[in-house]
C-alpha cells in the first residue's frame, strides 16, 4: 500500500512538468529524473551526494560551474538547516538558466521546488516502507557486513568531494589562493581545538569580508 502510495506521489507531479510538448519545462523534467536517481543511488549523508551532484551538474548538464558550486555549498553552510539543501541552489540556478518559455524566476523556482520534491520523496518511502523490518534485519551478519562496506566507500567519497571543491577553493586559476588557504588553515586550527562548527564558519565568513574589503 505504501509503496503504490509513494509511486503515485512520484509519478502525478512528473505527468504534470512531462505533459507539455511546447518545450516549456525542459530543465524540469531534466532535474525531477536525475535528483531521484541520486536519491537512490547515493549513500552516506549530503557530503556523499553531493560529490555526484557536483560532479554531473557541472560537467555532464552544465546547469552551473564548479565555482558556482561552491558558492552554492558555502550559502548552504552558513544556513541552520541541512547541508542537503544546497541542492536547492542547483536546481534554482539551472531553472534560470533554461527557462524554456517560462520566465527565468518562474524556471528556477519551479527547478528548486521539483529539486525538493525528487530528492526527499524517496527518502521517506525508504523511512516508512523499511522501518518494520529494521529490528529484524539489524542482528543479521550479512547486512552488518554490506553496511559497513558502504559506510567505508561513503568516507571515500566524503575524500573525493574535500579534494575536488578543495581544488576550486585553493587553486582557482591553477594557482594557489593564499586568502583562502589562510583561512582553511585557520578553520582547521579552530577545528582542532576542538571549536563549535558555527564559529569556525562565522570566522570565516567574517575574514572573507575583511580581506575582499582590503582587495586581497
Known sequence: MLVALFAGLWIAP?????????????????????????????????????????EVATSRFGWLTPGEMIDG?????????????????????????????????????????????????????????????IDALRGRPALASALAGVTAAAVGVILHLAVVFGREVLLPFGEIDVTAAGVALGALALLLRPTEA??????????GLVFGAFGT
Open 73 to 133: 555549498l558555502a550559502l548552504a553552510e552558513t544556513t541552520p538547516g541541512p547541508l542537503i539543501m544546497v541542492l536547492q541552489f542547483v536546481g534554482f540556478v539551472a531553472g534560470w538558466r533554461q527557462p524554456g518559455t517560462l520566465s527565468p524566476l518562474a524556471a528556477a523556482t519551479l527547478g528548486a521546488l521539483v529539486t525538493t520534491w525528487a530528492t526527499f520523496l524517496p527518502c521517506f518511502a525508504f523511512i516508512l516502507v523499511g522501518a518494520p523490518y
Open 14 to 54: 512528473f505527468t504534470v512538468i512531462a505533459g507539455p510538448l511546447d518545450g516549456s519545462l525542459p530543465v524540469a523534467r531534466s532535474l525531477y529524473l536525475f535528483f531521484t536517481r541520486a536519491a537512490f543511488v547515493t549513500f552516506g549523508g549530503a557530503y556523499a551526494v553531493l560529490a555526484y551532484v557536483a
Open 198 to 207: 558555527h564559529w569556525v564558519v562565522l570566522t570565516g565568513a567574517l575574514a
